[in-house]
């Protein structure tokens, strides 16, 4: 079983629409977990971050962390062209796992 | 730009050339990551290096060999590599060994023909 599990699409949906993106993980040591956004043809930057279980807004974005059931999502509402890229999920306890990337496209 | 410069951005490579990947990081940090990015799959953490010592070495193979002369500094060198090493190399920064916020150079493609 891989460490972080995420599926990379990839995912097409339509200018203003809610992109839900989502990760599931097994190793309950898990701390912290961001999202990462990575532009093609550059390096991934760091989108949102949390700690513990919860939610988290920032703008458009939304994090959700449930460590229940060890599942982690994210939202991006009102969604613009200009957030077509990939999305990787992180998770930290020692080290930083990631997942694979969702690659979304938002066509205007 | 972002404070993690890598060069070169693109690099093709025969199978018996010696060549070497660059990371510069203008940003203080004093951990730095070689990670490789393949289609689909999630990012190997290659190489880690806290205060310019080697801290992590993830069975990569001896064809890729990591140096950090100063902390702000960081280089793959490259030998005899096959086919399967192309792929996408990053390089990333962080405060810290136990940060969370890694920043990311834009890596170097490279193909190995």
């Known amino acids: 079983q891989k460490e972080v599990e995420q599926d990379p699409g990839p995912l097409s949906v339509p200018e203003g629409a809610i992109v839900s993106l989502n990760c599931t993980y097994s190793?309950?040591?898990?701390?912290?977990f961001m999202w990462y956004r990575q532009y093609s043809r550059k390096g991934p930057e760091l989108l949102m971050y949390t700690y513990s279980s919860g939610n988290k807004e920032d703008g458009r974005f939304t994090a959700q962390v449930d460590k229940s059931s060890k599942y982690i999502s994210l939202f991006i509402r009102d969604s613009q062209p200009s957030d077509s890229a990939t999305y990787l999920c992180a998770m930290s306890g020692y080290k930083l796992s990631f997942g694979a990337g969702t690659t979304v496209t938002v066509r205007a | 730009e972002t404070g993690v410069t890598q060069t070169p951005r693109h690099l093709v490579m025969g199978m018996t050339n010696k060549k070497s990947l660059k990371c510069e990081q203008h940003l203080g940090h004093n951990a730095m990551y070689w990670y490789k990015q393949s289609a689909k799959k999630p990012l190997e953490l290659m190489f880690v290096y806290s205060l310019e010592e080697r801290v992590e070495n993830n069975s990569v193979p001896s064809r890729f060999s990591p140096e950090c002369p100063n902390s702000s500094h960081l280089f793959l060198h490259l030998h005899t590599l096959q086919p399967e090493d192309s792929a996408l190399y990053l390089c990333a920064s962080s405060q810290d060994r136990v940060s969370y916020g890694y920043t990311f150079g834009s890596g170097t493609r490279l193909t190995v023909v």
């Open positions: 190793n309950s040591a898990f701390q912290y």
